[in-house]
């Protein structure tokens, strides 16, 4: 039998994001309806829908080899796993999410010790009691099932919610007291698989193609010929990711440069490249970039 390694994707909110950047990575998944087992066109993958906050559970009992989850659920759920890379991407954008203390704009609740005796609703239990506790407060925390923003004043005194923007809670008359937690998307093992050699190169391989696709993300290529007497002035211009290529051409007495830049400078950068010299200016698209 081939060896296979079992991938778990996380379900729900993430689910899209996922299925994107794995596009980009060059995997093609497919998620059938009705089924938790997507199509990969890798054989040597598995995969299985779970939910981000039970991925850490299951990869930690072994039932799964790795998977894709949140910082903040491998906390709350105090799971075991070796953690392989972070991968800073979310539903909405590509920075960390932020678990937070919000109270109505009106409260008298201004700082931690105010929520002495209070009830709080949450998702994350066990982070928000862990949280209380290094600030020496006592209070009552309430696990939530949904609709988290809507519950105080009446149902709550407080709220520690997931927030990437901070518009939703916003829109619901609450303010940010402070931050208690911020999480990226982790990709994590279970510790026998992070030590098996062909499921660890797998899960390397696996993470370097992600990962080059994270970072292609708003870059392009520019390539284009320059005369060797304008090289420098072409040059100083570039906010080149490293240092450019420059390739010598037939011509002695110019070279070609290639090099890549961010994607929203170009219609800024190509009119003064032009000026200096350029020529023959190719813009290209990036699916990956691997240092």
């Given at each position: 039998?081939?060896?296979?390694?079992?991938?778990?994707?996380?379900?729900?909110?993430?689910?899209?994001?996922?299925?994107?950047?794995?596009?980009?990575?060059?995997?093609?998944?497919?998620?059938?309806?009705?089924?938790?087992?997507?199509?990969?066109?890798?054989?040597?993958?598995?995969?299985?829908?779970?939910?981000?906050?039970?991925?850490?559970?299951?990869?930690?009992?072994?039932?799964?080899?790795?998977?894709?989850?949140?910082?903040?659920?491998?906390?709350?759920?105090?799971?075991?796993?070796?953690?392989?890379?972070?991968?800073?991407?979310?539903?909405?954008?590509?920075?960390?999410v932020r678990w937070v203390l919000a109270v109505p704009n009106d409260s008298p609740i201004r700082e931690p010790k105010d929520l002495s005796g209070k009830r709080i609703a949450t998702e994350v239990v066990n982070?928000?009691?862990?949280?209380?506790?290094s600030h020496n407060v006592t209070a009552n925390v309430e696990f939530s099932w949904g609709a988290t923003e809507v519950k105080p004043p009446k149902l709550a005194d407080a709220i520690v919610e997931v927030t990437?923007?901070?518009?939703?809670?916003?829109?619901?008359?609450?303010?940010?007291?402070?931050?208690?937690?911020?999480?990226?998307?982790?990709?994590?093992?279970?510790?026998?698989?992070?030590?098996?050699?062909?499921?660890?190169?797998?899960?390397?391989?696996?993470?370097?193609?992600?990962?080059?696709?994270?970072?292609?993300?708003?870059?392009?290529?520019?390539?284009?010929?320059?005369?060797?007497?304008?090289?420098?002035?072409?040059?100083?211009?570039?906010?080149?990711?490293?240092?450019?290529?420059?390739?010598?051409?037939?011509?002695?007495?110019?070279?070609?440069?290639?090099?890549?830049?961010?994607?929203?400078?170009?219609?800024?950068?190509?009119?003064?490249?032009?000026?200096?010299?350029?020529?023959?200016?190719?813009?290209?698209?990036?699916?990956?970039?691997?240092?």
């Open positions: 039998m081939s060896n296979v390694l079992k991938l778990g994707l996380p379900a729900g909110s993430l689910q899209e994001a996922t299925a994107d950047l794995f596009q980009k990575a060059g995997y093609k998944i497919t998620f059938p309806s009705r089924s938790y087992y997507p199509a990969i066109d890798d054989p040597e993958l598995h995969c299985t829908l779970i939910r981000a906050q039970e991925m850490g559970r299951y990869v930690a009992d072994g039932s799964l080899d790795c998977g894709l989850t949140g910082h903040d659920w491998i906390v709350e759920s105090d799971a075991h796993v070796t953690e392989l890379a972070e991968l800073v991407f979310s539903k909405v954008s590509r920075r960390p982070i928000t009691k862990k949280w209380l506790a990437e923007t901070g518009s939703s809670l916003k829109a619901n008359g609450l303010r940010i007291v402070c931050d208690i937690l911020t999480s990226t998307t982790r990709f994590v093992a279970h510790p026998a698989a992070a030590a098996d050699p062909w499921k660890r190169q797998k899960m390397d391989d696996l993470i370097l193609m992600l990962k080059g696709a994270m970072a292609a993300e708003g870059k392009v290529g520019l390539l284009m010929n320059v005369r060797r007497a304008d090289l420098d002035r072409v040059i100083g211009l570039l906010p080149a990711l490293k240092n450019p290529t420059v390739s010598p051409l037939a011509d002695a007495e110019w070279v070609a440069i290639n090099t890549i830049i961010d994607e929203a400078t170009v219609r800024h950068i190509i009119p003064q490249l032009k000026a200096a010299g350029a020529s023959g200016i190719v813009e290209y698209p990036l699916t990956k970039v691997i240092d």
